[in-house]
């Protein structure tokens, strides 16, 4: 993809000569992409089909630590957790802006390797970069992504189209990439404490993985397109399975009845979970960037899911005034708190 292999500052190319050697590995291959790189703006057309538009910001610090985070695995998660929105709204992602801001620290092969993983998710998505920027920064690496898509009016799944009755359902398995998180952070903090001790994630490849490497759930609106499943509602989990379900009650204006014996969990995520101490249940609840997708369907669809490997279903919608609870595996009732990740919350 790039076949530079030495070390070279960016200030030898300038802004415009990075831009220029960067895009040199894009290729287009989305229909509805008319125009891409090189103008002042891209031209898409997806004809009778809604527009479907989200935008992510990745800071150095707060979203991910390049103590552990290898380049190209944040450029490939940053297009990643960008198009799971777009999958989230039942839609095809079709093109992607990067733009990314850093400091004169990194070289030019750095850049290379954010954009190398950028593009290989690009790649394996069928998805086009279309655009972006590259900036000087001061505070560390920025990145910023913005997916495009789009679905038929009749396809778009809204956070706010739960109804009463309505089975909940979700793909795949959550927590992990939290615990994986754990995991990491556990490692940083042997190596500042002892450079010479090597990381311990041996066996841990899933949860390290579910952290580092997340994968859009894009093969999940595939099978709905088989199988004729229409969600009601959906979202995707990037905060944390609790808050995910009160953002689908709130805008749905419905209460929900969560089995915790029900909420899919890994093995390995489990039990690393309880070697930190902590409960599996909550990781899943409250953790985030597990980037599953949590849905609701009509009861009548029950047969549609229930043979699905990769799709559990956790609950039910109720009326609101039921209120949005979770029975434990000891038929305890618990109120559903959104206890997940909070971006604004001051470091402690």
């Known amino acids: 993809m790039f076949d530079n292999k030495e070390r070279t500052n960016i200030n030898e190319l300038g802004e415009f000569g990075l831009i220029s050697y960067l895009n040199k590995a894009v290729e287009i291959t989305e229909p509805s992409t008319v125009k891409g790189i090189g103008d002042d703006a891209a031209v898409l057309d997806f004809s009778d089909s809604k527009t479907l538009i989200s935008t992510d910001l990745l800071l150095e610090g707060i979203h991910f630590d390049l103590r552990y985070v290898p380049l190209k695995h944040l450029g490939y998660k940053a297009i990643q957790v960008n198009l799971s929105d777009i999958y989230a709204m039942n839609g095809t992602a079709s093109q992607v802006t990067f733009s990314i801001g850093l400091s004169s620290k990194f070289p030019l092969e750095a850049v290379e390797e954010i954009y190398e993983g950028a593009l290989i998710a690009c790649k394996k998505y069928n998805v086009d970069l279309i655009g972006g920027d590259t900036s000087a920064s001061v505070q560390g690496l920025v990145i910023s992504v913005t997916s495009i898509g789009y679905a038929k009016t009749d396809k778009i799944a809204y956070r706010s189209g739960a109804k009463q009755g309505d089975l909940l359902c979700v793909s795949g398995d959550l927590g992990g990439a939290y615990v994986g998180l754990q995991l990491l952070e556990r490692e940083k903090q042997v190596y500042l404490e002892n450079p010479k001790i090597q990381p311990d994630l041996e066996g841990k490849d899933y949860i390290v993985e579910r952290q580092l490497k997340p994968e859009a759930r894009k093969d999940v609106i595939a099978l709905f397109e088989e199988f004729g499943i229409q969600p009601n509602a959906m979202i995707d989990v990037s905060d944390g399975l609790a808050s ?45 960037e597990d980037y599953e997708l949590l849905f609701t369907i009509p009861q009548e669809q029950y047969d549609k899911v229930k043979n699905q490997l990769d799709i559990t279903i956790i609950g039910y919608i109720t009326e609101k005034n039921a209120g949005r609870d979770m029975i434990s595996k000891s038929g305890n009732i618990h109120p559903i708190k959104a206890q997940g990740w909070n971006a604004f919350k001051e470091n402690e």
Do not use: W
Not at 245 to 266: F, Q, R, T, W
Not at 269 to 277: L, Q, V
């Open 244 to 288: 995910e379900i009160i953002h689908i009650c709130e805008a749905s204006n419905v209460g929900c009845k969560l089995y915790e014996e029900k909420i899919p969990i890994d093995p390995m995520t489990y039990d690393t979970a309880r070697e930190f101490g902590l409960d599996p249940t909550i990781c899943a609840l409250n953790g985030g």
